[in-house]
């Protein structure tokens, strides 16, 4: 409509934080399964990113920022393992990164500029995942059996 200013908008985050743990988490795969016996030797560069389990557009720095700084956004690793599947298992190589998970709320407010009264909050159960350093290689064959080969650098 001429003559009428357009509507600007402002958004206003709160973040109430209810779990703080830190865990492995989201298996890699990172080898081909092998039916024993035989050995698999595999080498990889695997990058895991922070992530937003909500439907949320959520930026790093800004939420980087609410926990003082401390977080990558990705982590690479890259390492070499080498397992002996038995005989009569199939295996293959797993990477779990370790992650930093918080779970909690994520008050978001829409807040019509020169207007202070209007308000739109809405509420998102919001868990989050930070990569750590590290992560865990292991054995893992079909039938459960599991064998740790190491931590990665």
Known sequence: MP??????????????????????????????????????????????????????????????????????????????????VPDGKTGRIVYVPYMHHKNGWVTITQVVVGVKSVKHPDHQWCPLYFPLDGGVYRLECLDGFVKYLGSGS
């Open 3 to 84: 003559g009428v200013p357009p509507i600007i908008y402002e958004y206003a985050y709160d973040l109430q934080w209810e779990a703080d743990e830190y865990r492995e988490d989201r298996k890699v795969a990172v080898s081909e399964y092998l039916q024993g016996p035989g050995t698999i030797a595999h080498s990889q560069t695997f990058t895991v990113t922070w992530s937003v389990d909500a439907n949320l557009s959520l930026d790093f720095a800004r939420i980087n920022t609410v926990f003082g700084g401390s977080y990558q956004q990705s982590i690479a690793q890259t390492n070499t393992y080498t397992a002996d």
